[in-house]
């Protein structure tokens, strides 16, 4: 035990790199495994469900009067009917929010259907109302939220009175119809809060997943090339100096192991090579903090989209590397060629494709004609390279005006590729 903690840490005592980056990515992908801290997790269903047991008292109540099976079987169905909706609303809504709201409607006229034809016995609905109003009208929007619990809590007091709820029963339903909701709000609240903070140790680990395959990349290219680099010339060296020696079967021996062994270095460092570059593909999360570093120094300011470090990761890393190689060539061209003192850059979703937007305040299309590539140019470099790379991949570029009625248009380039989701496993290292 002392030997490998002894191996996983420097001469300071401190953690490795390595150590560090794979411990950050096993803890973010592990909390994803186990579902988002302070959401409730996998018994969430259990803890919103529980509290239905007490909707036994107006079930009962139904058995105490004198009427026919009728009036039971319709308490019971609005009762049955009403914990169907509201238990799938209210776990679901992060998932299907459009279906929760419309639960949300059908459980309150639910409420109000059973205080109409069941009296008084049956107001207490109106409790889990204002929590499933909480919970769903309460997403990064809370205000809205306390406005429907509000109104929840008039619909409970105008319902008592039509069904003549004595004061002292109306009170003690009032003060858990309104502290229920805004308690559901808080949650509600604290649930958003969670899953953004889970988002954000996501983003952390790919960062540095990323950050420690290109220190593998450069320490591999630096290393092993130089050293197979070395061995390529001093092979090549030795067979030149052997060729000018006497003719024997021993010397073309040696000429042709001399040989293989230049061989086999220079595949040797091909093959390192491709493996670095696969290794350095490039990332959106890597790119926008490059840009950001770069833009900054050329004092032109940028207001960049969290989203880019946020779904960087999420999708086909193929995808990813195109657009994340044209923000890197559009942000070079913005210092180059724009004259601009502001870059934007957007990550957004139009129905099954993603579209990386950046624009600027600069000279515009007088800007890009700087920046067009020749055809002699090299291929992967300018607005030729972007085209090239998103169409290898099913994306398309585009370029106009940032702004078309304004005297300095600026310019505005949209990369476009397809999205496709991946699983977080991907990058685990």
């Not at 980056?21 to 959401?39: D, E, I, Q, Y």
């Not at 004198?66 to 679901?92: N, Q, S």
């Not at 969670?194 to 450069?218: D, F, I, K």
């Not at 003192?341 to 979703?349: F, H, K, P």
Request: glycine letters at 8%.
């Amino acid at each position: 035990m002392a030997m490998t903690d002894h191996a996983t840490r420097d001469p300071e005592g401190q953690l490795s790199k390595a150590t560090k980056a794979n411990l950050t990515t096993r803890t973010a992908f592990s909390l994803a495994g186990r579902g988002v801290p302070g959401t409730g997790g996998p018994l969430r269903w259990f803890f919103t469900s529980v509290w239905l047991v007490y909707l036994v008292q107006p079930v009962a109540a139904l058995f105490g009067h004198h009427h026919g099976v009728l009036w039971i079987a319709g308490g019971i169905t609005i009762t049955v009917a009403f914990c169907a909706i509201y238990v799938p609303a209210l776990l679901h809504v992060e998932r299907w929010p459009r279906l929760s709201r419309a639960g949300l409607v059908a459980i309150a006229v639910l409420a109000a259907l059973a205080c109409v034809v069941y009296g008084k016995d049956w107001t207490p609905l109106w409790i889990y109302v204002s929590a499933a109003t909480g919970m769903i009208l309460a997403a990064g929007r809370p205000r809205v939220g306390l406005l429907g619990v509000v109104a929840v809590g008039a619909l409970y007091c105008f319902f008592s009175w039509r069904s003549h709820l004595d004061v002292a029963d109306y009170l003690a339903i009032l003060l858990p119809v309104l502290l229920t909701g805004l308690t559901m709000i808080g949650f509600r609240m604290q649930m958003v809060l969670m899953r953004e903070l889970a988002q954000a140790r996501g983003a952390v680990a790919r960062l540095a997943t990323n950050e420690e395959r290109l220190r593998l990349a450069r320490d591999m290219h630096d290393l092993t090339g130089q050293s197979l680099s070395m061995i390529t010339l001093k092979s090549e060296l030795a067979a030149k100096r052997l060729a000018k020696l006497p003719s024997s079967v021993e010397r073309d021996a040696a000429l042709a192991e001399l040989g293989d062994i230049g061989q086999v270095s220079r595949q040797t460092l091909h093959d390192i090579r491709e493996a670095v570059s696969g290794y350095r593909r490039p990332t959106l999360a890597i790119e926008v903090i490059t840009a950001r570093h770069a833009l900054e120094a050329a004092a032109i300011s940028l207001d960049d989209d969290p989203a880019l470090t946020l779904r960087s990761g999420t999708f086909d890393p193929d995808h990813e590397a195109a657009l994340a190689w044209c923000l890197r060539e559009a942000a070079t061209n913005v210092i180059r060629h724009s004259g601009a003192t502001t870059c934007r850059m957007r990550l957004a979703e139009r129905g099954a494709e993603l579209s990386l937007e950046i624009t600027d305040d600069g000279l515009g299309l007088a800007g890009v004609h700087q920046a067009s590539v020749t055809p002699q140019a090299s291929r992967g470099s300018g607005l030729r390279g972007m085209s090239e790379r998103l169409a290898a991949v099913s994306g398309r570029l585009s370029l106009g005006a940032a702004e078309p009625g304004a005297a300095r248009r600026g310019f505005r380039l949209t990369a476009t590729v397809p999205r496709v989701q991946v699983a977080a496993d991907n990058y685990q290292l």
